[in-house]
């Protein structure tokens, strides 16, 4: 039997699971019952740590730490560069944040955890269905 593809979650995931919001702590917990790894870009890392609050810092670190960092390489760098560009060249404006996460996901063979589908809506990507 296959493994279950590593999950990549996107920040607003994390914010959410930070701030217990939307049941995410419950539906990760779910994932990781069911066999999944749970991965983030080490881009979100620095995103997160950004809008940390006060008082927020250890909880920050405690999930940070138990999740599979994936550094950002010359390789993703690259495709995401190839990414933001075709969308361009289509009329599409995407960040360079987003296109990372998505060329993270895309080199690694994860699926996305994100509530901004409209963000990384292109050919391949797959998406978990959040609640």
């Not at 996901?105 to 994860?110: P, Q």
Request: net charge positive; hydrophobic share 45%; charged share 20%.
């Amino acid at each position: 039997m296959r493994a279950p593809s590593p999950i990549l979650l996107d920040t607003t995931v994390l914010i959410d699971t930070l701030r217990n919001r939307s049941r995410r702590r419950q539906f990760l917990a779910g994932l990781v019952v069911s066999g999944h790894a749970l991965a983030i870009s080490t881009l979100s890392i620095a995103e997160v740590y950004s809008g940390v609050r006060s008082g927020e810092e250890q909880a920050t670190r405690t999930l940070l730490v138990n999740l599979n960092w994936i550094p950002v390489s010359g390789v993703i760098a690259e495709r995401a560069g190839r990414l933001k560009a075709a969308l361009r060249s289509q009329g599409q404006t995407r960040s360079v944040a987003d296109m990372i996460v998505a060329a993270t996901a895309l080199e690694n063979g994860c699926t996305v955890a994100t509530d901004n589908h409209k963000d990384f809506q292109m050919l391949g990507l797959e998406f978990v269905p959040l609640p």
